[in-house]
Nanobody, 125 residues
Framework: QVQLVESGGGLVQAGGSLRLSCAAS????????MGWFRQAPGKEREFVAA????????DYADSVKGRFTVSRDNAKRTVYLQMNSLKPEDTAVYYC??????????????????WGQGTQVTVSS
């Protein structure tokens, strides 16, 4: 069983930056592709970014491409989401998720087996 814990959320002004972290315990972290999703109030959870288990590929939603960067450190069992040029519409609870190494890309909620509790990101205008 894999447990995921996000951190790094907070309040930031538009144009600012935040770096989210997701620490994993249990399981073999390097076997999992890792994704980031977000859910704004009244909206469905949506895909943000993902990084393949072996770090040779990453994938981004069009809405964040060029502003967000996903990365992972398998030795530290941690995945990161660097968010730059933040906009008010980026305000949401951000979740990290872990899925099997097979199949890529992974953009669907059902393609991930493990989820963190989420961290709030609020971008003020």
């Amino acid at each position: 069983q894999v447990q995921l814990v996000e951190s790094g959320g907070g309040l930031v002004q538009a144009g600012g930056s935040l770096r989210l972290s997701c620490a994993a315990s249990g399981g073999i972290f390097s076997y999992y592709s890792m994704g980031w999703f977000r859910q704004a109030p009244g909206k469905e959870r949506e895909f943000v970014a993902a990084v393949k288990w072996n770090r040779d590929s990453s994938d981004y939603a069009d809405s964040v491409k060029g502003r967000f960067t996903v990365s992972r450190d398998n030795a530290k069992r941690t995945v990161y989401l660097q968010m730059n040029s933040l906009k008010p519409e980026d305000t949401a609870v951000y979740y990290c998720a872990g899925g099997p190494s097979t199949g890529w890309p992974r953009r669907r909620i059902y393609e991930y087996d493990y989820w963190g509790q989420g961290t709030q990101v609020t971008v003020s205008s």
